[in-house]
């Protein structure tokens, strides 16, 4: 493959997938890390994209848009099953468990509608529409609607828990904004958690 394909090919991948990792397309174009560097660099001055510790991010200003759950969805799919199967794992009939939007806790949703006796809060839509016709119990914690991923943020929604129930949160959780890219939705975060 010439230098400008893999180039062509490089930005094609950071457009559809909002980023890219060097690892990842060394090893997708069985190349060395330091072309993979060279090419995003070179890419980079020419203002093609952003260059990022360890990758890239797209230049232009739709990489800030709150994606849709659609493409969301199509991201480390197998990894979210995997997060689902171990977290639904930690869940018990009896529970009460707090589930954040997100596609990965959409997949915790999935794989916990058969338990017993469990109790839901949520502020996504979604994961309330998921678990619509099963046994378990939904709360939704209201709020403002977000227009692509569907949850609710509320500056501080006051949740009633006897015990420390398992909370499972679509993002790391972090003082940043940058986190969910919105500082209203961190706030909820972090309200829920201190509930």
Same mark, same amino acid.
């Given at each position: ?28 174009? =069985?190349?060395?890390? !330091? ?6 660099? =070179? ?24 994606? #849709? ?8 799919? /197998?990894?979210?099953?995997? !997060?689902?199967?171990? &977290?639904?794992?930690?869940?018990? %009939? ?8 997100? #596609? ?5 949703? /999935? &794989?916990?509608?058969? +338990?017993?006796?469990?109790?839901? $809060? ?16 939904? +709360? ?16 501080? %929604?006051? $949740? %009633?828990?006897? #015990?420390?129930?398992? +909370?499972?949160? =679509? =993002? %790391? ?12 939705? $961190? ?9």
């Amino acid at each position: 493959m010439l230098a400008e394909e893999r180039r062509r090919k490089i930005l094609e991948l950071t457009q559809r997938d909002g980023r890219v990792v060097v690892k990842d397309l060394a090893r997708r174009f =069985s190349t060395s890390l !330091i072309t993979i560097r060279k090419d995003l660099e =070179s890419l980079h001055q020419m203002g093609r994209l952003q260059r990022a510790h360890g990758g890239a991010l797209p230049i232009d200003a739709t990489a800030l848009r709150d994606p #849709t759950l659609h493409e969301k969805e199509q991201l480390h799919r /197998r990894e979210k099953l995997k !997060i689902a199967a171990a &977290a639904a794992r930690l869940v018990r %009939p009896g529970h009460v468990v707090i589930l954040d939007s997100g #596609t990965t806790t959409t997949a915790i949703a /999935r &794989a916990i509608k058969h +338990i017993r006796d469990l109790t839901v $809060i949520t502020n996504a839509v979604n994961i309330a529409a998921e678990l619509a016709g099963t046994d378990v119990e939904v +709360i939704l914690t209201g709020g403002v609607l977000r227009r692509n991923s569907f949850p609710w943020w509320v500056p501080s %929604p006051k $949740i %009633p828990c006897g #015990t420390s129930p398992p +909370i499972f949160c =679509s =993002s %790391p959780w972090t003082d940043s904004i940058l986190s969910t890219g919105l500082l209203l939705l $961190i706030c909820s975060k972090r309200a829920r958690i201190a509930s």
